[in-house]
């Protein structure tokens, strides 16, 4: 039979190891709950950011221009008066191209990966003449309007290169006054062209107003960017230049490039050839047919553009 006394023993000494055992297991340190995941908000796209990817969300620009900080207002607004006058004949009221041949500049390298117009200013100024792109009479400040101009576009324009929205309509280019053109272009035209000379009948020429007013302004040329027809009929003409050196060697030809550093000029005998420029050395006298109409891109508004554009589609 077994002995009570032996049991009661045992049943104590259980006892107390598991009072032992669970005082141990209170005093050593327990690790930390792991903490709970972070909270996280998408993260906002930069400024020029594009519109991709599922469900239509915004997604972060790819090239430079896209990621760069918003303009000033004013700035904009300056860049979009001279580009309306002096940039959209060639490359589209729209930025996406014109009738005159000039690319998508929502779509150009240079301008997608251009900051505060460091890459398109040396273009502005005549790197790309022999591509079609003569040199333009703008200031480094208007250079840094219309680039920053650019750029806003290319901010708002939903997906670089997209095409306008289908809803959206075409512009009425014939919201001008007449008899304020008339007065206009009795000042600043006159004296090179008349309504009853070499611009007579134009209106039934060029009968599309927006071509008509791209061609005007432009300076007539109405069969792409650098060749083509002038508006006033014949072959437009280009810009020749004529290089004297300091020995007095006079070298003529069509004016393919200039800058601060050299001027490149395409001879009658299929040549090229080249001068390195220091200062006003060599001598450089440029003969272009357009100087009247290039003085104007930079003062032109856009009243002036309309009115003068409402009057010559009279002229048939």
């Known amino acids: 039979m077994p002995n ?8 104590a000494v259980v006892c107390v190891v ?11 340190p327990q690790p930390p709950p792991p903490n709970p995941p972070p909270q996280t908000t998408p993260a906002q796209p930069p400024a020029g950011g594009r519109q991709g990817g599922r469900g239509g969300q915004q997604q972060p620009g790819t090239f430079p221009a896209q990621q760069r900080a918003a303009g000033d207002p004013a700035l904009i607004e300056r860049g979009r008066s001279i580009y309306s006058a002096t940039c959209a004949a060639c490359h589209g009221a729209d930025l996406r191209g014109g009738q005159l041949g000039g690319p998508n500049l929502l779509r150009s390298l240079v301008v ?21 792109m003569p040199p333009l009479p703008l200031s480094d400040d208007d250079i840094r309007a219309v680039a920053e101009y650019i750029h806003s576009v290319l901010a708002t324009s939903g997906r670089q290169g997209g095409p306008p929205g289908i809803a959206t309509p075409a512009p009425d280019i014939l919201v001008g006054d007449a008899t304020a053109g008339q007065a206009y272009f009795s000042a600043k035209c ?9 611009l007579q009948g134009i209106a039934t020429r060029i009968t599309d107003p927006k071509t008509l007013q791209t061609a005007w302004v432009s300076g007539g040329a109405v ?3 650098g060749r083509g027809a002038s508006a006033s009929g014949g072959a437009r003409k280009p810009v020749t230049a004529t290089v004297t050196t300091p020995g007095g060697e006079k070298v003529s030809g069509r004016l393919v490039r200039i800058d601060h550093f050299i001027v490149t000029l395409a001879l009658d005998d299929g040549t090229i050839q080249s001068f390195r420029r220091t200062g006003d050395s060599p001598k450089v006298e440029i003969q272009d047919p357009l100087a009247g109409h290039k003085a104007l891109w930079s003062v032109l508004t856009e009243k002036d553009i309309h009115d003068t554009t409402a009057y010559l589609v009279t002229l048939k």
């Open 223 to 225: 069969g792409g960017r």
């Open 4 to 11: 009570p006394s032996r049991y009661s023993a045992l049943a």
């Open 18 to 28: 598991s009072t032992v055992v669970a005082v141990r297991a209170a005093q050593t």
């Open 112 to 132: 997608l990966n251009d900051q505060q117009g460091e890459q398109i200013t040396p273009i502005i100024r005549g790197s790309r003449a022999e591509r079609g």
């Open 190 to 198: 006159a004296s090179c062209h008349s309504p009853t000379g070499d």
